[in-house]
């Protein structure tokens, strides 16, 4: 609604200037444009495990994608914990993702690093963590009790048998509540995860991120920004041996049309290699796409496609 305001207000203002002056009208309208999508796009805070890039705010999840990012779904469903058709929070970046969002300054680290929490506060943390999870044993301890009798009381009331009271009776002096039995909440809100004031501290756009200085991250970095930037949406290939799935839209509504393979300009590739991947994209009904960065930042992209053998 504050956006859809600004919009009103910048186009009545535009309105009101003399056509005689259309520099200041173009510029007015381009810092309008960047001013929306700066609000339109917030900094998301990543957090760092060993060297893993996750996202756990809801509202970073939906920024990403709104970027045109997609990531990996990492955890369990509190209701559904044992199967993994459907996966929940954290996100897990690719490191181009998680480079192309740095590179836009769009992320920081939402936590401090573990060196910097002292050993005191880390002590009082894991007390505090442990006395909860006492006091959450003892309270699911009584509500598993009550289910007990609950179900007693109701074979009672259908089948009318006594031998149930002695039962009814002996479970408040023999009932055990099973500790592997005990339900875990994960409190993503106080392990620093809000948007509190000292949780904006750190969503400095500025912090310093993990280097990757090696070539080959350096061009699967070029081509995944190259990609991206014609419109693609891209996730992991390896289950299909490339570098990239390439969608033409969200993965949600889109299959992959390409497998992108990158490589160098200079670099020499099996000729059997080529005929497994472009195999491979055959049978799973996608072209294979060799990609390699130039020296001027263009990609050249080179199709290949299985016509079957000779």
């Not at 009672?156 to 002695?166: D, I, K, N, P, Q």
């Not at 993990?210 to 990609?227: G, N, T």
Request: net charge neutral; proline share 5%.
């Amino acid at each position: 609604m504050k956006l859809d305001q600004k919009r009103k207000a910048s186009v009545r203002t535009v309105r009101s200037l003399s056509l005689a002056d259309p520099v200041l009208v173009l510029v007015l309208v381009l810092v309008m444009d960047e001013s929306h999508d700066e609000d339109l796009f917030p900094t998301v805070g990543v957090s760092l495990c060993d060297s893993a890039p996750l996202l756990w705010r809801v509202q970073d999840l939906k920024t990403v994608r709104s970027r045109g990012l997609v990531g990996a779904l990492l955890g369990s469903l509190p209701r559904t914990p044992r199967q993994n058709g459907r996966l929940g929070r954290p996100l897990l970046l690719l490191p181009e993702e998680e480079r192309l969002l740095s590179e836009h300054h769009a992320a920081a680290a939402a936590l401090p690093a573990a060196d910097q929490v002292r050993g005191a506060e880390l002590c009082r943390w894991v007390e505090k963590f442990e006395e909860e999870q006492r006091r959450s044993y003892e309270e699911q301890s009584i509500l598993a009790l009550q289910d007990r009798k609950s179900a007693l009381f109701r074979a009672m009331t259908s089948t009318g048998e006594t031998v149930l009271h002695g039962r009814l009776r002996a479970l408040d002096q023999s009932f055990t509540f099973p500790q592997l039995a005990l339900a875990i909440q994960v409190s993503t809100a106080r392990a620093g995860l809000t948007y509190c004031p000292e949780a904006r501290a750190f969503l400095q756009a500025d912090w310093p991120f993990r280097e990757q200085d090696e070539a080959c991250r350096d061009i699967r970095y070029q081509v995944f920004r190259d990609l991206r930037g014609r419109g693609f949406y891209l996730t992991s290939a390896g289950k299909f041996g490339g570098d990239f799935l390439v969608y033409p839209g969200d993965p949600l509504r889109f299959h992959a049309h390409f497998i992108a393979v990158c490589l160098s300009l200079n670099e020499s590739v099996c000729l059997l290699d080529i005929l497994a991947v472009a195999r491979l994209g055959s049978s799973v009904k996608k072209t294979v796409l060799l990609c390699s960065p130039g020296t001027d930042g263009a990609v050249a992209y080179t199709s290949l496609q299985w016509s079957g053998m000779v």
